[in-house]
């Protein structure tokens, strides 16, 4: 049984903090940081069976053209990612009541829709790119037991190397995505690797009163290359995400929609139409 210190429940006996049970859950997620981008999936929904609000975690279940889909809010950054994932595995392979791992797996795809900033001025704002592979700056998966198999080992090796971190930085990981979801969601899509930074400044190169300590790490970052592909973009979450599924036994993607082009210094701050098309497309792909 695992203890109500480690496993944290509300009184109605859901998740503690993105309060649903497994009975609430569809398989295919959407996991999104925006809470107000839920709102996206109420105009696309044929019916809703649930939703709640807790913090900046906007949960809504329901059915688009008879499939059922959960969109989950996550709020920004891999601590956030750390509590929903493994709450959402939590919901779906945990029997809450007697706390005890339930005898069968229950898989979840999970789907990041967000936003990034592309470090490549040919991969223009308004695209979209699949994350084929992740790497996490943040350090997460260091706090959890894992072997070389689970993770892309040459490729953290190879990535270490290149970029020469000092050792007061925390070792990067890298994750490859299900490769399920990307031949399912991903077609005509950029492919790329993407970078999780622990945070939005001086994590992502940017220079406001504190200089950053790596003084170039975009274009060192947007020289590295595995399998054919670069690094395209830079996020705050899709690290965690693959990580943590891969280590739960979950299907993981992430898909973000270019906001920001670092090498050409553009931005787009509407982009409300192109959201709902992108999450509109995802989901039809899924049918």
Request: aromatic share 8%.
């Amino acid at each position: 049984m695992i203890k109500s210190s480690e496993l944290v429940l509300a009184p109605s006996g859901s998740l503690y903090h993105i309060n649903m049970t497994g009975d609430n859950l569809a398989d295919d997620i959407f996991l999104v940081g925006d809470p107000a981008r839920v709102n996206m999936f109420k105009e696309l929904f044929d019916s809703i069976e649930f939703e709640s609000l807790n913090r900046e975690l906007h949960a809504l279940t329901g059915t688009y053209k008879g499939h059922r889909f959960t969109a989950l809010s996550t709020g920004m950054g891999c601590d956030n990612i750390d509590i929903v994932v493994t709450e959402l595995d939590a919901a779906a392979n945990i029997d809450l009541k007697s706390r005890t791992v339930k005898t069968s797996h229950r898989t979840l795809n999970m789907i990041r829709i967000g936003t990034s900033g592309s470090l490549h001025s040919e991969i223009p704002v308004g695209s979209l790119v699949a994350s084929a592979y992740a790497i996490g700056l943040d350090g997460l998966l260091n706090y959890y037991e894992h072997n070389d198999n689970q993770l892309e080992e040459a490729m953290t090796q190879a990535f270490c190397s290149h970029m020469q971190f000092g050792e007061r930085f925390a070792r990067p990981y890298c994750v490859k995505a299900s490769q399920e979801l990307l031949n399912r969601v991903a077609d005509k899509m950029t492919l790329g690797i993407t970078a999780t930074a622990p945070g939005f400044y001086a994590p992502q190169g940017r220079n406001i009163r504190i200089a950053p300590s790596i003084k170039d790490l975009n274009e060192k970052l947007s020289a590295f290359k595995w399998d054919g592909l670069k690094v395209t973009n830079l996020e705050m979450e899709t690290s965690a995400i693959y990580g943590l599924s891969a280590l739960m036994g979950h299907n993981a993607l992430t898909v973000c929609l270019i906001i920001a082009n670092r090498a050409d210094g553009t931005f787009i701050n509407e982009y409300h139409d192109l959201m709902k098309n992108s999450i509109t497309k995802i989901m039809d792909s899924l049918l």
